[in-house]
T-cell receptor
Framework: DTEVTQTPKHLVMGMTNKKSLKCEQHMGHRAMYWYKQKAKKPPELMFVYSYEKLSINESVPSRFSPECPNSSLLNLHLHALQPEDSALYLC??????????????FGPGTRLTVT | QQQVKQSPQSLIVQKGGISIINCAYENTAFDYFPWYQQFPGKGPALLIAIRPDVSEKKEGRFTISFNKSAKQFSLHIMDSQPGDSATYFCAVSGFKAAGNKLTFGGGTRVLVKP
């Protein structure tokens, strides 16, 4: 099973709202990722978690706050977003970083619209 | 600085034809080269991947050709089908280069005409 699930599928929020995106995988992967994808563009890495610890933050604004409660779950907390943050937010997971097994499996994404 | 250059941006091919997409990279520390297929409104799906110790890998109708000295790799889709119409992204990664971080090419939109 190579499934990564994400909820919700669609989210519309105002600039003053607080919301969270959720991601779950049951492949035993110990690395999880958040990507942002704008229309007709490739995914851009935002955060990487390895063994539930944040290992990479690609200079993402603080209005995006990641959280990894356990090895299967990854959250992205959103607060005071801007309209330009509207995008498809993708979660991915992989085996432990550095093992040489680098296959990343993506979820279906959450389509976020900020009004 | 664009680490992965992908071409062409778009491609139209007749059913049964061959689709060829090329990628070039710069950093020799990369040691993992996957291709992803993405349909509209969906997440990218891992299609096929190669490591630099082999020059070619084939899975069904999909083949990766890898040229280490030229720092280039390509995806060939044989006998293209309308269901192959999607956006294809090459990517590069390697644990020596910021641990498993995937850097994507700009993408190629492939349209297979029946």
């Amino acid at each position: 099973d190579t499934e990564v699930t994400q909820t919700p599928k669609h989210l519309v929020m105002g600039m003053t709202n607080k919301k969270s995106l959720k991601c779950e995988q049951h492949m035993g992967h110990r690395a999880m990722y958040w990507y942002k994808q704008k229309a007709k563009k490739p995914p851009e890495l935002m955060f990487v978690y390895s063994y539930e610890k944040l290992s990479i933050n690609e200079s993402v604004p603080s209005r995006f706050s990641p959280e990894c409660p356990n090895s299967s779950l990854l959250n992205l907390h959103l607060h005071a977003l801007q309209p330009e943050d509207s995008a498809l937010y993708l979660c991915a997971s992989s085996q432990v970083i550095g093992t040489g097994n680098a296959e990343q499996y993506f979820g279906p994404g959450t389509r976020l619209t900020v009004t | 600085q664009q680490q992965v250059k992908q071409s062409p941006q778009s491609l139209i091919v007749q059913k049964g034809g061959i689709s060829i997409i090329n990628c070039a990279y710069e950093n020799t520390a990369f040691d993992y080269f996957p291709w992803y297929q993405q349909f509209p409104g969906k997440g990218p799906a891992l299609l096929i991947a190669i490591r630099p110790d082999v020059s070619e890998k084939k899975e069904g109708r999909f083949t990766i050709s890898f040229n280490k000295s030229a720092k280039q790799f390509s995806l060939h889709i044989m006998d293209s089908q309308p269901g192959d119409s999607a956006t294809y992204f090459c990517a590069v990664s390697g644990f020596k280069a910021a641990g498993n971080k995937l850097t994507f090419g700009g993408g190629t939109r492939v349209l297979v005409k029946p």
